[in-house]
């Protein structure tokens, strides 16, 4: 019987993975009491610098509402606007969480793509772009919610009040791409802060498949863009736009807090960047009058992440078309 000895034994082969060493910038923001309370502090530094920009701002919107509730109050009229705003907010919101997203695709529209796909449909090629069309459902449910519903609607109980004075007017963009640039001046050092997280590289981009093409990334990209400008649409322009001469400044605020909550899910300090975001490109909207400048601002941001989280993982597109 032979004796077993380590010089006799077969060759272990071990899989091998390139570890990447953590910074002691990253381990500290890594650490859960100081990431938990980190924003607060960065919050704080940053409301003064938020204060002093838009101050003239807030100023000019609270004097609008003082007029137009004093102008109520003299006419007994009750102003509905909050209620009714925040209320189709809430149903909006509720219904693209339960049926706007890839649960309901999967479910419902899904098999439905399935048979055509039996049937004859191939150039859906379903089993190469599945997850596209389910975050194109998803951008279209964006569409559907944030602009189809809401706007009609309004104009249909308030007709008086204008949608194109909701920041829908081009009038005056070129006139302020220079807060456009000053705003990526201070987000794109906040964002290389965020990239350096462990879950960023892993979030970013949304569709998994963006490394497989340019034209994947450059599909996922329109669509994403498109989520984005009926987003600024409802946020920016519509729900500030409705609340704007009852509540003064507060209709940025109360903007921000749903827009920070559908947020959650994201990587942590993002979705307290999302209040800042929220504040900011609000205020910025009210400013212009416009809500393209802050539509400007955030596609730039969200091609730039979705950018560097593929270069950190070596994983941009190398061809145009994947691979048959």
Known sequence: MDTWTWASAPELLLPLMRLKSISWFDSLLGYPPIKALLPI????ALAPAVYWFFKDT?????????????ARADSGELDLRPAACLTIVAVVLTLQEYYGGRQFYDTTLRPWLVELDRGGATWLKLDRYDELYGYSWWAFSRALGYVLVPLPLWKLMFPKDSLLDMGFRFKGLLSHLWIYGLCLAVVVPAMLIVASQPDFGGYYPFYKNSSRSWFDLISWEVVYFIQFLT???????WMVGALRKSLGSGAIFAMAVPYCMIHYGKPYLEAHGAIVAGVVLGSLAMRTRSIYS???V????ALLMDLLALWKRDALPTTFWAAS
Do not use: K, N, S, Y
Request: charged residues 25%; without cysteine.
């Open 41 to 44: 502090p960065i919050l704080l």
């Open 231 to 237: 987003l600024e649409m409802f946020f920016r322009g």
């Open 58 to 70: 807030w100023r000019e919107l609270d004097r609008e509402a003082a007029a137009a509730r004093a």
């Open 294 to 296: 802050g539509f400007l």
């Open 298 to 301: 955030h596609i730039t941001v």
